[in-house]
């Protein structure tokens, strides 16, 4: 006997690429449970599936960032912050933070299939007793038109956004005279793709080559350092509500024409702005 529970939750994080560096994920979760059915009649209550996974979730994988620790050119140590991850390939990074802040993982890489069974795992040991195996299948969202992966951190935010390297996939909509702008939304989609977002205020270092963002969050001080040309700058924090502002901005400049923009924070949530010449 199986429950299932589809569109259980969502997962934001950030991982490291060997090839591609810092990636921002947003994974949709879908759940089945394998078991006896109770005297109740009932494999496990609807209403406590979603909480328990969520929760569980939330805890621990989720809005950190995933580190393969056999990858190569990575580092883990301790640090006065309670981690340091320094890369080598394909580029140099240092990122500083509590150690809840971080997913070491012991591979060479971080794939959605290795992550799924991970958490399968952890799950089918937290299992209800009446529960023998819980799967979880994770899912990238399917966009048709243009998607972006990007990093950043919200130091003022009371959760676990604080964290300074935690990322979204997300779809980008431009809109002009009421129009969808397909060719836009590749142009600025493509550009946004892997780059780590920061708030100017947050700037401790910044050369030509390199950037170091640093702040100190509720949970912690925080720190990353890695190459200039992967950072965009915004004079606001890198909420999803800024983000939107600083690209209608952009584009409006860009093109002279008034912009809509809808901006995506991970799946099925974002906000609007609109700026015109």
């Known amino acids: 006997m199986a429950l299932f529970v589809n569109h259980l939750t969502h997962i ?9 560096g810092l990636v921002g994920c947003s994974w949709q979760v879908d ?37 393969p620790t056999q990858a190569p050119g990575v580092e883990v140590s301790e640090c006065d912050e309670g981690l340091c991850i320094r890369t080598a390939t394909p580029y140099v990074m240092e990122v500083r933070g509590p150690a809840q802040a971080f997913t ?12 799924t069974q991970h958490l399968s795992g952890q799950l089918t040991e937290q299992r209800p007793a009446n529960v023998e195996r819980v799967m979880l299948t994770l899912s990238d969202e399917n966009i048709s038109g243009a998607a972006y992966g990007y990093s950043h951190g919200l ?9 300074i390297a935690h990322g979204h996939r997300s779809r980008l909509h431009i809109y002009q005279a009421q129009l969808r702008q397909p060719l836009l939304e590749q142009q600025w989609g493509a550009w946004l793709d892997n780059r780590y977002l920061l708030e100017a205020d947050d700037i401790a270092e910044h050369t030509e080559s390199q950037l170091t963002c640093r702040y100190e969050a509720a949970q912690g001080r925080f720190s990353i350092t890695l190459p200039s040309e992967r950072c965009s700058v915004l004079q606001k924090p890198t909420t999803v509500e800024n983000i939107a502002l600083w690209l209608a901005e952009q584009i409006t400049k860009q093109t002279g024409s008034a912009t809509h923009v809808h901006a995506f924070e991970g799946i099925n949530k974002g906000a609007t702005a609109h700026v015109a010449p």
């Open 104 to 115: 070491l993982l012991p591979w060479e890489s971080i794939t959605l299939e290795r992550v």
């Open 155 to 163: 130091k003022r935010h009371a959760g676990n956004c604080q964290r």
């Open 12 to 20: 934001d994080v950030s991982l490291w690429c060997s090839t591609r």
């Open 31 to 67: 759940a089945q449970l394998e078991g006896e059915l109770g005297d109740d009649g009932m494999l496990f209550d609807f209403g406590e599936v979603k909480p328990w996974i969520k929760r569980t979730l939330d805890n621990g994988l989720d809005h950190t960032l995933l580190v």
